[in-house]
């Protein structure tokens, strides 16, 4: 492969024939439901964005998409994958950041699209039961008709679908207020990579009859099989919601004001993020937007509240803000008025990953690290890559900026490498030596976005042997004959050329 000249397509695994493509046809039916690029060559064009990642950073070679429309569908599609020796990767709204999302060489994409349909609400226990290929903010459009919520937003959400954010487990925004899917998913129904249906779709919130299964698949990233439908507490739509938006002069303030927005907010906090200058002035470059302060600050932090009383919850947030000023914590702070200006704030906080996205290739390193040390990472990266000769805007100085942003609120920062394209120099400088950096101080090297093909070789930088190894048995329980593609531990259809 051109694409990953230092990996090497397992042989053991099918070649796609003829005689594959009519079985799918037969199983699937509708002409829209698959693009097939094995039997029709002008079929590359359609294939084409199933192949590319959100980031254009991975491409595989796939030429065959299916769009099953129910979990039966998906079953004979699986069962005849491992039949056949055929590898396949589970596909959602391909807004992964990680690579995980699109074929390294040529497996079957099996994309959820069409498995989009909200099953049941109930108006009293807020539980929502809808097919995995439903789009996030469709979910959260539908909720809030009804005075509910998604428990989870992220910016991808007009393309994610939940059964993508439940294999990635994505964290997003507000998980320090309504925490992770381990918590709010009820039930999951999922075809295993057998074509066995495990149906766990229960709507309980307690059931301790055994382990917990369901809770294996969130965060699997497809490995363990193909989430079919989700069932999960949304919470009330909280009835008010105010923004504040502040530059701070330190990133050792920033902590102070995060110890104090907990302090006066307590129950109403549901969102504190963290923003660094550089990025801000990327989205500036992008947008071309007014920035919300007059000044120029190295941090900038976003609180938003959310609860019953928007009179009551602004007072707060103001004698807050007021608290922080009059401290010297915060230099300078702004407050949204309406909805209009709490959607304009965020953006500068939301639009970071878009624009960057504009600019080139980026390098991007979702990690958990103790709050304490969290931006000293952004400093030594920088530090390493100027060290390195490659900051700069030229081809021989590929660099534009290292930025970091995050959740603060959940520890989770945002390393960011922006360059005016992707380069293996850049990607040598940076691993595995940040992945180094996290391991000395007992971080993790994905708090958010999964392993993917990205980080798949470095999971021992977070996860010591044993723990790999029981992974390794799940996975064998869950896929006990092909270890084909569903696999994260032994992602098919690749093996390195050093384990060649
Ligand atoms: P995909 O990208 O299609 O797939 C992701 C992984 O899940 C792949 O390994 C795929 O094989 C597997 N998969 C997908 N669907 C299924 C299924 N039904 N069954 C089994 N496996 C499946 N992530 C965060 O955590 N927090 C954020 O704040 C956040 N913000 C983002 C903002 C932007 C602008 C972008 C582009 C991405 C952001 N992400 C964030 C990353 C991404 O949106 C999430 O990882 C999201 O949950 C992926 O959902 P998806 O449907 O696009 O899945
Ligand atoms: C975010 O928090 O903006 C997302 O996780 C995406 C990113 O890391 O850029
Ligand atoms: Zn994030």
Redesign the pocket.
Known sequence: SETYPELKRDSRYSQLRQEHVAYFKGVLGSESAIIDGVTNDNAADDIEPFNAD?MRKYRGHCKLVLKPGSTAEVSSILSYCNKHGLAV?????????VG??VPVFDEIVIN?SRMSQIIEFDQVSGTLVAE?GCILEVADQFLASKGYIFPLD???KG???I???L??N????RLLRYGSLHGTVLGIEAVLPDGTVVDDLGKLRKNNTGYDLKQLFIGA??TL????KVSIQCPQRPKAQNVAFFGIESYEKAQQAFREAKGHLSEILSAFELMDGGSQELVRSVTKNKKPLEGDYPFYCLVETSGSNAEHDSEKLSAFLEDVMEKGIVADGTLAENETQIKALWAWREGI??SLGHLGGTYKYDVSIPLAEMYQLVEDTRARVDAAGLLGETDEHPVRAVVGYGHMGDSNLHLNISTRRFDKRVEQCLEPFVYEWIQERQGSISA???L?LQKKKYIHYSRSETMVQLMRSVKSSFDPVSGHQLSLLHRYPYTSCAEV
Not at 89 to 97: E, F, I, W
Not at 225 to 228: A, D, K, N, V
């Open positions: 959100w990767v589970p596909q959602g709204g391909n807004t992964g950041l995980g999302s959820m995995a992220l910016g991808a393309s994610c679908q059964g993508g954010n294999s990635t994505a964290g997003g925004l990233e497809g099989g193909i989430i079919t990953t878009e958010e976005h999964g993917g």
